[in-house]
């Protein structure tokens, strides 16, 4: 594909709008409304986002996640410890998260810090898993290098001998992280790239919501 063929990539967004009025009064609220709406849509992996974060060198890295629980606090996601996200995260932990919901022309950018569960909450998560996602998490070294795809299926082999039929409990280098936003913006795409930007910030009064253009 050419750069000619890329630019014919071009489609109009006329699905809808947002405006003020439309606004929950809290992102959390606004989100779960947004969140049902792609649910009801049918959308592959609604709860996938995009997870940015900055490295000692401020190298920025992305990659995708997934949202495991959402309150009034933050959004909560799990990983290794000692993968690459977390240790950026155990350095600086702003972050930035976006959720690509392309198909209801719609997008979440959310950006805030994020701090550790705690281990009784990661323990009670871990529980909840699938058991080859369980035993998963002991075989895998995240993010480090490995030979090749053989080492990787001897680890899990020997893990599921490890543990046999019994309970697998949770290893302590995995868990989980909330993010705590201090912005969230809900993008809706409009006619003429005139798209719909609505942010909620969050000061020292609470919540304010401004217009930002597009």
């Avoid at 810090?113 to 995240?142: C, H, I, K, M, V």
């Avoid at 790239?193 to 253009?213: C, F, I, K, Q, S």
Wanted: glycine share 8%.
């Amino acid at each position: 594909m050419d750069a000619r063929e890329l630019n014919d990539l071009r489609r109009e967004y006329a699905s809808g709008g947002l405006s003020e009025d439309g606004l929950a009064a809290d992102p959390v609220s606004m989100f779960r409304r947004w969140l049902h709406d792609t649910v009801t849509a049918g959308l592959h992996e609604p709860n996938a986002f995009v997870l940015s974060t900055v490295s000692a060198d401020d190298l920025p890295a992305s990659r995708t996640v997934l949202l495991k629980r959402f309150d009034e606090r933050g959004f909560v996601f799990f990983t290794n410890y000692a993968s690459r996200k977390a240790c950026e995260l155990e350095a600086n932990g702003r972050c930035a998260l976006l959720f690509p919901w392309h198909v209801l022309e719609r997008q979440v950018r959310i950006e805030g810090a994020a701090a550790r569960l705690t281990p009784q909450e990661n323990d009670a998560y871990f529980a909840t898993r699938p058991r080859t996602s369980q035993l998963g998490a002991w075989a895998s070294p995240q993010s480090a290098v490995v030979a090749d795809r053989a080492e990787l299926d001897r680890r899990f082999e020997e893990v599921a001998h490890r543990f046999g039929e019994g309970e697998v409990p949770r290893p302590e280098y995995w868990g989980g992280y909330l993010v705590v936003p201090v912005m969230v913006e809900f993008w809706q795409g409009r006619l003429g790239r005139m798209h719909d930007r609505l942010r909620y910030r969050r000061t020292a009064g609470g919540w304010v919501t401004e217009r930002l253009a597009p």
